[in-house]
């Protein structure tokens, strides 16, 4: 089980702002890799992935994001976040079969 | 540019059959494993199905096993999702996902398709 808080993320345009994603188990691969992704989706939107192996930016991602972690407790950043940031962040797992995913963070202006 | 299409999406009323279809392009599809995901609208996300290159190794999750096949036509850069005895707890966004390459994991979704069951 993965479990995302907060739920909900007032936050100050450049201001940062962090989510946390712990599972319920160690995500650690028999590969010695953690699939841990972060994925975002904007209002209308379909997901967007932005981090994979924890700590990855995926192509095209603004490093004002990024991600770090291990074992079972997880974060991602926004070093200052921008309008275009608002919406819904889900970390997933991918390590156990099947994939899941966090309840969700919503990520909204003050 | 990785693109992925879904298609087929409708209302339908429960016991029901829909199939959905998956157009990729910008990218060698018969290398990539491909996934479906769902999500009701305002809800979250979950996994349905995987299946890898060849479509000869496929897994789904319990809620849709025995209900929902996948398929894919590498010759037509397309993956299917035929979706029989549909219920209501079905509704739902279907996502068309591209499984990673570099690890485990997806990449690329597409923009959804609308599938709503109800009487």
Redo the contacts between chains.
């Keep these: 089980v993965m479990t995302q808080t907060p739920l909900s993320s007032p936050v100050t345009l450049g201001q940062p702002a962090s989510i946390s994603c712990k599972s319920s188990q160690s995500l650690v691969h028999s590969s010695g890799n953690t699939y841990l992704s972060w994925l975002q989706q904007r209002p209308g939107q379909p997901p967007r992935l932005l981090i994979y192996k924890i700590s990855y930016r995926f192509s095209g991602v603004p490093d004002r994001f990024s991600g770090s972690g291990a074992g079972t407790n997880f974060t991602l950043k926004i070093s200052r976040v921008e309008p275009e940031d608002v919406g819904v962040y889900y970390c997933m797992q991918s390590t156990q079969f099947p994939d899941t995913f966090g309840q969700g963070t919503k990520l909204e202006i003050k | 540019e990785v693109q992925l299409v879904e298609s087929g999406g409708a209302l339908v009323q429960p016991g029901e059959s829909l199939r959905l279809s998956c157009a990729a392009s910008g990218f060698t599809f018969s290398d990539y494993w491909m996934?479906w995901?769902r999500q009701v609208p305002g809800k979250?996300?979950?996994?349905v199905s995987?299946m890898n290159t060849d479509g000869s190794h496929i897994?789904y999750?319990d809620s849709v096993k025995g209900r929902f096949t996948v398929s894919r036509d590498n010759a037509k850069n397309t993956q299917y999702l035929q979706m029989n005895s549909l219920r209501v707890e079905d509704t739902a966004l279907y996502?068309c996902v591209r499984g990673?390459q570099q690890?485990?994991?997806?990449?690329?979704?597409?923009?959804?398709a609308l599938v709503t069951v109800s009487s």
Aim: hydrophobic share 45%; proline share 0%.
């Design positions: 996934h995901v979250g996300l979950v996994w995987r897994t999750a996502y990673a690890w485990v994991g997806s990449d690329y979704w597409g923009q959804g």
